[in-house]
């Protein structure tokens, strides 16, 4: 699997995992919740690169939380 095609699939699996909440958690403090929860349960599925997890899955989850 190429970076592209695993950044991609990622990508969903993320969506997926925080569409699967409750809808009162899917707020700007229920991402960094998510975060952190994502960093003990699967810390793959975090973004990588420069810079801080955080703001890069607010980016990833744009439009899905308030």
């Known amino acids: 699997m190429t970076k592209k095609e695993f950044e991609a699939v990622r990508l969903v699996r993320v969506r997926q995992?925080?569409?699967a909440r409750p809808a009162e958690d899917r707020t700007e403090t229920g991402v960094l919740h998510f975060c952190a929860w994502l960093q003990k349960h699967y810390p793959e599925l975090l973004p990588t690169g420069p810079?801080?997890?955080?703001?890069?899955l607010k980016v990833d989850l744009k439009g899905l939380y308030k």
Do not use: N
């Open 17 to 19: 995992l925080f569409k």
């Open 51 to 56: 810079g801080d997890a955080y703001q890069h």
